[in-house]
């Protein structure tokens, strides 16, 4: 079953959004145009991550510093399972996921 959550037209660089889903909470990212969608969840301790710092391509969280390569997901200065990122899907002029 296909959740729209948000209109491709609002994916604007740097838009960044929580949502709570199925009992989960996600953040929705546009990064170098590309939108990906990521448990909002840091990996190292569980903060949240949507007021995580962004340079570049890493993702840098706010609590103990450890850095993630945004689109791998790996950690990039510390030993840490990597982010939890989720497919994304298109319908129309919406993205979203399926459940
Ligand atoms: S909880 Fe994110 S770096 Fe520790």
Redesign the pocket.
């Given at each position: 079953m296909f959740v729209a959550l948000e209109r491709l037209l609002n994916l604007e660089e740097g838009y960044r959004r929580t949502f709570q889903l199925a009992g989960r909470n996600l953040l929705l990212m546009v990064v170098d145009r590309q939108p990906l969608l990521l448990e909002n969840r840091?990996p190292?301790?569980?903060?949240p991550l949507h007021n995580a710092t962004l340079a570049g391509w890493v993702l840098r969280?706010a609590?103990?510093?450890?850095e993630f390569d945004f689109f791998s997901g790996q950690a990039l200065n510390a030993h840490c399972p990597a982010l939890t990122r989720f497919e994304l899907v298109y319908d129309d002029d919406r993205i979203g996921v399926d459940l």
């Open positions: 840091c190292h301790q569980g903060v969280c609590r103990h510093g450890v």
